[in-house]
């Protein structure tokens, strides 16, 4: 940040900040230099190489000092005064690197400079040995196209080799030899390559030695399983090998890749064949694949060596190691007998100690979580190696002396190939000590094998077979001889079988990880390891990085490597060191060590390490929270000592703060060392690092705890009952997820004290919501485990290991008191975590302090101080509500107690004062009422009943009402007066109870941020809720769960409701019953489907419309009254709904089909329509079937029964009694397609034989003339009259308007109901707005305007009402809209199908005439200043002007009515609307009914359109002056030649042609009328004059255009309009028109050709 956006306060310290000392490495008494020429810059970072140094000032420059050969002038060679890189002026860089002799910065834009020496290119300069001035160079990643540059974030120098680590977490090398970690072996690599072994993953921070190379990456998360190889991928060799002895079978998985790397991501394993492995005798001891020798230890850096930690078995002995690989010669137990013995002493040994004292501890080393490991099994997903865990087993059968049977090593067998078994679907456990490794699987499946082969109550006291320390060599490990058969692939299988664990849980949360320092950290190394600087347990070179696997799951956040060893420092503030250690730079005793030791730092903890040539510098906490500086390494002689060379035997403090201020950093190099250091103004950077140093100490108490404490309890044994330990397991993982963001935390606190250290980006105030989330998901479950009496329980059973260890308890928890119980010191311990929010918030408060009031730093640092403490305080009354819960649970009377204790539930106040008694009550009852945070109990002598608060509802009664003090309960099914003794009571009671429901409906985020305490007076909790219930009594609800909105005890609004027998109802309530629109399905347990309706409801039943699919298949669409078909509806039966065998539409009755209704039986080809009475057919009907009969008369129960009509297909007529379907029976009259007729009696089914007596008649021709119409003109005189069908339909109708009865009723209210429709349907659409297309929405929104009418009636306003019709219909929200799409429906319905037969279409026009009639009928209703039918509008005189009539030329008012004006007709109104949606059905039986006709006329038709234009007109007789001379053919002017065609009268054509485009008949009309005026614009053009026509003139003209318009069905078109016209148009102009198209019609069918 540059300083001027700092607030002043920090500006001012800033001067005093970043102050760089400087004195000789290896002297002992350090007197630090203040290194002079930097003239008050602060500096951020510094770097050292052997003879210089660098350094990073905060505006981004950088100085160089010390020897600087590679510079030209001789007095910059060597600078003793910081010299300014002008180089680098203007690029603001960011960070430096020093190597042995070689430099390197990187800019903010993450371009990175060069210089120094590059004799082995490691400045990636080609071909030129030194670079004087810093020199950008490019990195470009070949991978990507176009090339990328790739940006830098960091660099390390070593000596002859640069690592670079990328903006996308990847390495980058250049330089020479094999610490580059390339797959190359030319040197030098002048152009920067990638690192390709570590691309993908995570790397966090690379450091270079002076030949080795660390990298810190982030452990991969667990994947999922990946098949594990059975091969090496290198050499081919298996990697699992099984040797058949004798007895037993030895298997082995100490494949040693012979190519000296492990590149393979399989095959992490160490790949040296064997390695040097201590003994307590000092020698080494190996197991090559030849030998047998058992291998009882797998981890640990000796072979056979057991440590214990005072059990005095073994002595520990850091001895030498040796460098070589020793011959399989010198082997202490050179037979199997004498391992047994061995291992079964050391066994026995271990059985007299408590299980968790692990005996493989080193002694110099603290006690570490992973000692304890063995005592519980591992997170699921943390699997081992299959060895591990086969030696594991062996060695606990050995141990306990069973003599291996094939069950148990078949078991343990099982057990431990867990290393196959589940991953794990949370992140791999920190606290597991093996963090799930780079390798998905490998890497952690020691662990988990170790733990899990420790479950057994058998092994559970044997020795822990993991050591700190692993060297990973070869793993072996010999079986029963019953085994010799199981195969690897075998292993594997039994291995998939799933374990129980007792899981101490996953520590990981994504979210911090992705803000936070990750703990979950490995460390890999490369380059040479001839002083063992590696740390992989040899002295071979690596030319692939490799994971060191002894640190997995150490947590280390920070590495350093010096000239000839690494130091790696955990977030616990240890240090791990290894390599060369001549000079006592590692911190331990002299030998030096290939595997990380921890190292001895005296001081609290350390923060900070440097590593340079042969020494080490450690930054650790002092007293007062100062840093110390400790040295660790060669020190030059002083008087006192009379040798020349000695080093440090354990790191010596040789700074503290005193003397100079604040170290911030330490640099070690070769001559020099380095610190920067910070001026403590106003306390600013003391209160920082006194909050990391407190942060860090913490975060090794709670991984203390959690080690020590914790994974002991949760490997006991009789832990109490499934529900106990599940509390408990899931108090573990809160605790271990808090400790590990601890952790996190204290690890990020330490890097912030290296940078800027601006307080607006410290982790508690930038991401507080973490941390207040953690601690209180910590608190919850601590208290839950609290309440469940969770100490009591565990006091028992650990009562044996905490006596042990009352010292680390006491020590521990912080409480010194004599005789202590255990209960509290278990309670004091796990409470102990939430002490650190006050701390937190004092330091906050610290740190604000140190700004000025009015800066938002001030009110940041304010604002989450009492953010943290009111947790705090929060927190504190958490536990005080626990506790005083655990306390009345101890004196609750026991039975009742198991069924109402919950871990979440906390008591609030209980009336055992007699406070409260129930209103009413006996005598002798008891009634006592209990608050809970959750429910409201009334307990009585044995039996109690519980009141969810959610569904509770309190207010206090008035005293009016002579209920003093009294307290009114309402749940859904009871309701009650409480009565409490005293008014303070009664108000104590009512704010209790009102409180808690409210708290129970909010949910527990109950706390408020920013320190708003709990003492806001509450306001009272809400009468409508949403809430979940079972009912318990209500005889309909009985058992059923309802979930939804509530409203003063009864369910109301939106809710789901589940019966116990599976019925279930999803929709709206009110006031505790369905009401409004629903869906219900009830299961067919016969059929194994569901009844399904959806639809409307009414004070809990069905009514309204809906549909309801029966699981038979049956699917009935219309109303429902009390949950009956009752109204329209239409019932579809059959499978397939789509081609239903049957189909009913009509109406019904009660759940009976009664009144008008059309049955379509399909499978039988017969439709029936007519009335109906209790599902039969009663009354008048029609019936047609599919060969063309039609019948029509009366029925009676379901048979044709009385007199009926029947006509066949030939026009054959039966008129007479019939008795049973199609059965003639009695009198009748039979008339013949020829007019001959028969009377008199018959009998017999029609179209089999019928017997006949009876008078055979022969009219003459005349008489049957007048006679044949006679019988089909009675037809519809048998069948329903077309006013009584479909009454239901426009009685629905009727209703939705809010009308008894068709034209009784309000109109305002009907106007209100429709509105009330339309917005009642939209909501419902809301929720699914693909129903409602765009322009539906348009039309709805339209909708809203009622037409308004003020005044005299116009024609104006009777447009506007067909306009609000036209749009009312469109939509089925609509009441009219829905009318007509029922109408529709039935219509179609009726007449399409076996129902198209043309016998029927007088019955449809006469029925649609009806629709019309009854449909005006509610819109006069709706619009009363509509005229009634047949009365006029006046027309405004304006539009009478200028209108020229037709036939006579001149301009005047309209001749055909006495009063010019609109004709109001329902015609008019509604066809338009009506018919474009009945035509198909209609015309189609137009059609049928004129077929005869219309194919002579369409003969005659095509017969004379053979002839030329000028043929045909004269054939047709047109006078010859109205012959057009001209005619236009596509666009030109042509003279009519004799064989001219289709060119004459063209447009006039084309215009009657689209008769067949039009519905409605005055649509038709019109286009006949503008056809007669084309024909007369024509004729004026040839005779230029003006004429009249005569009707003689006319005709013929009129003829020839009809002719050569060809319209198909010209017969129909004429039948519908003269049908469906207008009656009063008659007589008028087009009327006259009309009728001449008609006469055309006829003489086309009967023109003869002459």
């Given amino acids: 940040m540059d300083s001027q956006e700092r607030s002043s306060e920090e500006a001012e310290g800033a001067k005093e900040r970043g102050l760089v000392y400087v004195w000789k490495a290896g002297s002992f008494s350090v007197t630090p230099e203040r290194l002079p020429g930097l003239s008050g810059k602060t500096v951020l970072q510094a770097a050292l190489g052997i003879h210089h140094g660098l350094l990073l000032t905060e505006g981004g420059e950088v100085y160089s000092f010390g020897k600087l050969p590679w510079r030209s002038g001789p007095e910059e060679s060597c600078a003793n005064s910081p010299v300014l890189e002008n180089a680098l002026l203007g690029h603001h860089v960011i960070t430096v690197a020093a190597g042995s ?50 940006r830098i974030l960091q660099l390390a120098c070593g000596e002859e080799h640069t690592l670079a680590l990328s903006l996308s977490r990847e390495i980058w090398a250049w330089g020479s030899g094999c610490q580059l970690g390339l797959i190359t072996t030319t040197f030098p690599v002048t152009k920067p390559q990638k690192v390709e072994h570590l691309a993908g993953r995570v790397v966090l921070q690379i450091a270079c030695g002076a ?10 998360p667990v994947q999922e399983m990946k098949p594990i190889p059975e091969r090496c991928n290198h050499c081919s060799q298996l990697l699992i090998t099984m040797m058949d002895k004798e007895d037993h079978v030895i298997i082995s998985d100490s494949h040693c890749c012979p190519l000296g790397v492990a590149l393979s991501d399989s095959q992490p394993e160490n790949p040296i064949f064997c390695s040097p492995l201590e003994t ?21 850096h000796r072979l056979v060596a057991l440590e214990s930690d005072g059990a005095g078995v073994l002595s520990s002995n850091d001895g030498q190691e040796d460098g070589e690989i020793p011959t399989p010669g010198n082997i202490p137990y050179p037979d199997k007998k004498e391992v047994k013995e061995y291992l079964i002493s050391l066994s026995d040994h271990s059985l007299n100690e408590s299980p968790e004292k692990n005996i493989c501890t080193e002694p110099e080393q603290p006690s570490q979580e992973e000692q304890l490991s063995a005592c519980i099994p591992g997170p699921p997903g943390t699997s081992t190696s299959a060895l591990n865990s086969l030696v594991a087993s062996c060695a606990s059968a050995v141990g306990v002396r069973v003599a291996a049977t094939y069950e148990a090593g078949a078991l343990s067998l099982k057990k431990v190939m867990n290393f196959y078994g589940t991953p794990s679907s949370e992140l791999g456990s920190q606290s597991g000590g093996s963090s799930p490794g780079p390798e998905a699987l490998k890497d952690t499946r020691e662990e988990q094998v170790k733990l899990e082969s420790m479950q057994g109550k058998k092994s559970s006291s044997l020795v822990d077979i ?25 292993l594997r299988k039994v291995g998939r079988a799933k374990m129980r664990t007792v899981a101490l849980t996953p520590t990981y949360s994504g979210e911090a990880d992705a803000l936070l320092p990750s703990l979950r950290t490995e460390v890999w190394s490369w380059g040479k390891g001839k002083e063992g600087q590696l740390g992989h347990g040899d002295v071979l070179p690596r030319l692939q990085p490799l994971c060191v696997k002894s640190l997995d799951g150490k947590e280390v956040i920070h590495l350093s490597a010096g000239g000839q060893h690494s130091l790696a420092l955990t977030a616990k503030s240890q240090v791990y060191s290894w390599g060369s250690n001549i000079c006592g730079q590692l911190g331990h005793l002299n030998s030096p060590t290939t595997v990380p030791r921890l190292a001895k730092v005296c001081g609290d903890g350390v923060w900070s390490t440097a590593a340079g040539l042969d020494y080490s510098l450690f930054l650790a906490d002092e007293q007062d929270f100062q840093p110390g500086l400790y040295y660790s390494g060669q020190e030059t002689t002083s008087e006192k000592n009379s040798y020349e060379n000695s080093y440090t035997k354990i790191p010596v403090l040789s700074l503290s703060c005193r003397e100079i201020g604040y170290i911030s950093n330490v640099i070690a190099g070769g001559d020099n060392c380095l610190v920067l250091v910070d001026k403590n103004v106003m306390g600013y950077i003391a209160s920082l690092h006194e909050l990391s140093s407190t942060e860090r100490r913490f975060y090794f108490k709670l991984s203390e705890i959690k080690s020590q404490v914790l994974r002991p309890l949760l490997g006991l044994d009789n832990l109490g009952n499934a529900n106990a330990i ?55 479950s601590v208290t839950n485990f609290l309440v469940m009496g969770g100490f009591m329980l565990l006091a028992k059973p650990a009562i044996d290991f905490l006596s042990k260890n009352q010292e680390l308890l006491q020590k521990l928890s912080e409480k010194n008191e004599e005789n202590l119980q255990l209960v509290e010191v278990l309670n004091a311990l796990f409470f102990m975590p939430f002490g650190r929010l006050h701390n937190y918030a004092r330091t906050l408060l610290k740190l604000a302090t140190c700004f000025e009031v009015a800066s938002p730093e001030y009110q940041k640092l304010q604002d989450s101080s009492s953010c943290y403490e009111s947790l705090a305080v929060h927190l504190s009354r958490k536990r005080k509500e626990a506790e005083y819960t655990l306390g009345f649970w101890k004196t609750f009377p026991g039975k009742m107690t198991d069924s109402l204790r919950k871990p979440e539930r906390r008591l609030i106040c209980e009336s055992s004062n007699r406070g409260l008694s129930l209103q009413h009550a006996g005598r002798f009852s008891v009634n006592w009422f209990i608050l809970f945070n959750d429910a409201l109990v009334h307990a009585q002598f044995s039996t109690h009943h519980i009141f969810p608060l959610s569904t509770l509802w309190v207010e206090a009664l008035s005293e009016e009402s002579g209920n003093v003090n009294g307290l009114k309960i309402t749940t859904p099914e009871e309701q009650f007066v409480l009565v409490s003794s005293t008014p303070q009571e009664k108000t104590k009671w009512l704010r209790a109870i009102s409180q808690a429901v409210d708290q129970a409906l909010k949910g527990t985020s109950d706390w408020i941020l920013y320190g708003a305490g709990g003492n806001v007076q509450r306001q009272e909790p809400p009468i409508s809720r949403s809430a979940k219930y079972t009912f318990y009594k209500d005889p309909r609800f009985k058992d059923a769960v309802y979930d939804g909105r509530w409203l003063s005890g009864k369910p109301h609004g939106r809710g789901i409701l589940k019966w116990a027998d599976g019925r279930m109802y999803s929709g709206t309530f009110r006031t505790g019953l369905e009401d409004g629109f629903g869906e219900y399905r009830v299961p067919n347990k016969a059929l194994n489907k569901d009844d399904h309706y959806v639809g409307y409801w009414k004070e809990g039943k ?35 709904t789509s081609s239903s065998p049957s189909m009913f539409i009509g109406q019904w009755t009660m759940d009976k089909k009664s009144g008008y209704g059309v049955f379509d039986d399909i499978t039988r080809g017969e439709k029936y329509m007519g009335m109906w009475q209790d599902d039969l057919c009663q009354g008048n009907g029609v019936v047609v079937t599919q060969f063309g009969l039609y019948y029509e008369g009366a029925f009676s129960t379901n048979k044709m029964m009385g007199t009926g009509i029947l006509l066949s297909e030939d026009d054959t007529v039966y008129e007479g009694e019939f008795s049973d379907n199609w059965t003639l029976s009695g009198k009748g009259t039979l008339t013949l397609p020829n007019g001959d007729y028969i009377e008199g009696l018959f009998s017999g089914e029609w179209g089999s034989g019928i017997k006949i007596t009876g008078t055979y008649f022969k009219p003459s021709l005349y008489e049957n003339e007048k006679d044949k119409p006679k019988a089909l003109r009675k037809l519809g005189i048998l069948a329903v009259p077309a006013d009584e069908k479909w009454k239901a339909v426009f009685e629905q109708c009727w209703n939705q308007l809010g009308c008894e009865s068709p034209g009784q009723g309000d109109r305002w209210k009907a106007w209100d109901n429709i509105a009330v429709a339309l917005t009642t349907n939209r909501r419902q659409h809301k929720d699914s707005p693909e129903l409602l297309s765009r322009s539906h929405t348009q039309t709805l929104e339209s909708l809203e305007f009622i037409p308004q009418h003020i005044g005299a009636f116009t024609l104006e306003k009777y447009e506007n009402i067909k306009k609000y019709l036209i749009k009312a219909c469109d939509t089925p929200l609509h009441p009219l809209g829905k009318l007509v799409e029922t109408l529709v429906a039935v219509y179609r319905m009726t007449y399409v199908g076996v129902g198209a037969n043309r016998r029927l279409l007088q019955e449809a026009v006469r029925e649609i005439k009806s629709y019309l009639k009854r449909i005006f009928q509610l819109v006069r209703f709706l619009f009363p200043d509509l005229p009634e039918e047949g009365s006029t509008i006046p027309f405004l005189s304006t539009e009478t002007m200028g209108r020229r009539s037709f036939c006579s030329g001149k301009s005047d008012s309209r001749s055909e009515s006495p009063e010019p004006g609109y004709v109001v007709t329902s ?31 369409w003969e005659c038709v095509l017969r004379l359109n053979k002839q030329t234009d000028v043929a045909l007109l004269s054939f047709l007789g047109v006078q010859v002056k109205f012959w057009p001379g001209t005619v236009s053919i596509l666009g030109e002017s042509r003279k009519v030649s004799p064989n001219t065609k289709d060119a004459c009268f063209a447009s006039a054509v084309e215009c009657l042609q689209q008769i067949s485009t039009t519905f409605t008949p005055a649509d ?43 319209i198909r069905n010209l017969g129909s078109e004429v039948h519908l309009i003269e049908d469906l016209m207008d009656p009063y148009l008659q007589h008028g102009e087009q009327g006259i028109m009309f009728t001449t198209l008609k006469a055309c019609y006829y003489q086309i069918q009967h023109e003869k050709l002459t």
């Avoid at 320390?469 to 195969?487: K, T």
């Avoid at 056809?1571 to 003209?1597: A, C, K, R």
């Fill in 1467 to 1497: 015609f008019g109104l509604l066809l338009p609307v009506l018919l474009p949606r009945l035509y198909p059905p209609l015309f189609m039986l137009y059609a049928l009914d004129n077929e005869r006709e219309e194919d002579i006329y």
């Fill in 280 to 300: 307590p005798k000092g020698k080494s001891v190996t197991g090559s694949q030849s030998e047998d020798c058992q291998k009882p230890l797998v981890e640990g």
């Fill in 726 to 780: 599940q509390l408990l397991q899931e108090m573990a993982s809160r605790f271990s997820k808090l400790c590990y963001l601890i952790g996190q935390h204290g690890a990020s606190l330490s890097s912030f004290l290296h940078g800027v250290k601006e307080a607006r980006s410290l982790a508690i105030l930038k991401h507080s919501s973490l941390f207040l989330d953690s601690y209180t998901e910590y608190c919850t």
């Fill in 1102 to 1136: 069905m009514c309204g419309h809906g549909v309801y699919s029966y699981a038979t298949g049956e699917v009935y669409e219309g109303c429902f009254q009390d949950n009956m078909r009752h109204g329209h509806g239409l019932l579809r039966s059959g499978k397939l």
């Fill in 101 to 150: 002799f070689h430099n390197g910065a990187v800019t903010e834009s993450g371009v990175v400079y060069m210089w120094g020496n590059n004799s082995a290119g490691q400045c990636a300069v080609a071909d030129q040995p030194c670079v004087p001035e810093p020199q950008p160079i490019s990195i470009s990643d070949s991978e990507t196209s176009p090339l990328l540059s790739v």
């Fill in 1564 to 1606: 038709k009309l019109k286009v006949i009328q503008q056809t007669f005026e084309e024909i007369s614009q024509n004729v004026l053009e040839t005779l230029q004059e003006d004429f009249l026509w005569s009707m003689d003139d006319l005709f013929p003209v009129f003829l020839y255009v009809v002719l050569r318009a060809r």
């Fill in 211 to 220: 030949y080795h190379s660390l990298a810190l990456v982030q452990c991969l």
């Fill in 466 to 490: 993991r050591e700190e320390e692993s060297e990973g060599g070869s793993r072996r490990l010999s079986l029963p001889g019953l085994l010799s058969q199981v195969s690897p692939r075998l």
